[in-house]
């Protein structure tokens, strides 16, 4: 097993190994004591890994009871919420029970919102089974649920008091959605891991328990230095800049890893326009990404991107912090007005 402590206000740990998902309850049982359980899950998710949860907690003598959502980003709404509440109210859980997000970020998302609000706060555990949600939301306390007029505009900051990640769930994940959770992976290499960097170049062989602990342990301590996101947890908005246009440009029909990788090749074209990296940069990046399966440039024209970028960043109040690549490990941030978007988009071809 690989444990990676998340050292912030209120410290928990990230328990990585193949198989953990069988011996959820014994861990949750062993770490967080007596409590009941309400399981949150998704209607794919559940269909795949809930029996495995379910009879671990049988076997730990853990009592429990279940909250099923439709799959899909629609789904992290606010009557999920109030109907995830009322389920809690209505089996009268307390302050020492305990909820646990059995999927992906959405899922993860929802549960630890419900989870900061249901009595001003009890305890989650989350038991992430998407790449993305294991190396980025199980991490890092952001909890929320999307309104009509945007993603995550409800919200809170709760940490959870557990998380477990099991390799072995994301066998069954599509390819495509597995692609989507190796562009961040890809972007810790670059943000900070020089030698994940390497490790990933190997496809065939990928030691994912290490992987992901590389990933974990690099937003852990980002995080604890940034719990409140006021400055260097910008870092993790590395390739996201661009990839965000391109996905707002592609009316979010593109999945969101897609757009970082493109977003990555962009930023490193632009870092080398300026000189702040060598040239060979941005072809490593690419050759990476499209190790993966996924795009190396935007499949949009920079003067689009740079459109819908602007609309954007103006309500933001006209100063962007860009996070551009060194060298493959390290980043920096770079701010500039919105007047550098054009050139940024474009790779620095502007
Ligand atoms: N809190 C944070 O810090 C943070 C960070 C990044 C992203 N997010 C949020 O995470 C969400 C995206 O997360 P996601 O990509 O995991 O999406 P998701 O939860 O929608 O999962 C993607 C799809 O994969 C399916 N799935 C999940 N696990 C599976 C498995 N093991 N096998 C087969 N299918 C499986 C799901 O049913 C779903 O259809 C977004 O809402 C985003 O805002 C949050
Ligand atoms: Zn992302």
Redesign the pocket.
């Known amino acids: 097993m690989q444990t990676v402590s998340v050292n912030v206000s209120r410290p928990y740990e990230v328990r990585i190994e193949t198989g953990i998902l069988a011996r959820a309850g014994e861990e949750i049982r062993k770490t967080l004591g007596e409590g009941r359980i309400m399981i949150v899950t998704?209607?794919?998710?559940d269909a795949?890994?809930g029996a495995r949860l379910e009879s671990s907690l049988t076997e730990a003598g853990v009592s429990f009871k279940k909250f099923v959502i439709p799959?899909?980003?629609a789904?992290?709404n606010a009557q999920s919420w109030l109907a995830l509440l009322e389920t809690l109210a209505e089996n009268a859980f307390t302050r020492t029970d305990i909820l646990c997000a059995l999927?992906?970020?959405?899922?993860?998302?929802l549960t630890?919102f419900a989870a900061a609000t249901f009595l001003r706060g009890i305890r989650y555990v989350g038991i992430?089974?998407?790449?993305?949600?294991m190396v980025?939301?199980?991490?890092?306390?952001?909890?929320?649920v999307?309104l009509s007029r945007g993603?995550?505009l409800a919200?809170a900051f709760h940490h959870p008091s557990l998380v477990l990640c099991d390799p072995g769930?994301?066998?069954?994940?599509?390819e495509e959605?597995f692609a989507?959770?190796m562009a961040?992976v890809i972007k810790y290499g670059v943000l900070g891991d020089a030698e994940l960097f390497e490790i990933l170049k190997d496809r065939d062989h990928l030691p994912m328990e290490e992987v992901i602990r590389r990933c974990v342990a690099m937003k852990a301590a980002i995080v604890e230095e940034d719990e409140t996101d006021h400055g260097k947890r910008k870092l993790l908005n590395y390739g996201h800049t661009a990839g965000h246009a391109i996905e707002a440009r592609a009316n979010f029909t593109m999945?969101?890893?897609h757009g970082v990788a493109a977003g990555m090749v962009i930023a490193a074209r632009y870092a080398h326009s300026i000189g702040l990296c060598g040239g060979g940069i941005i072809e490593e990046i690419a050759s990476l990404v499209r190790l993966y399966g996924l795009p190396d440039a935007s499949p949009y024209p920079a003067s689009e991107l740079t459109e819908t970028a602007l609309r954007d960043k103006k309500r933001e109040g006209g100063r962007i912090d860009l996070v551009l690549p060194e060298r493959i490990g390290s980043c920096v941030l770079h701010r500039v007005g919105v007047d550098a978007l054009p050139a940024f988009l474009s790779g620095g071809a502007v």
Request: hydrophobic letters at 30%; zero cysteines; charged letters at 20%.
């Open positions: 998704d209607d794919t998710v795949l890994w799959h899909g980003e789904s992290k999927g992906g970020g959405v899922v993860g998302d630890g992430p089974t998407t790449l993305l949600a980025d939301s199980s991490v890092g306390g952001k909890t929320a999307d993603k995550n919200g769930a994301l066998s069954t994940l599509p959605v989507d959770g961040e999945l969101h890893g």
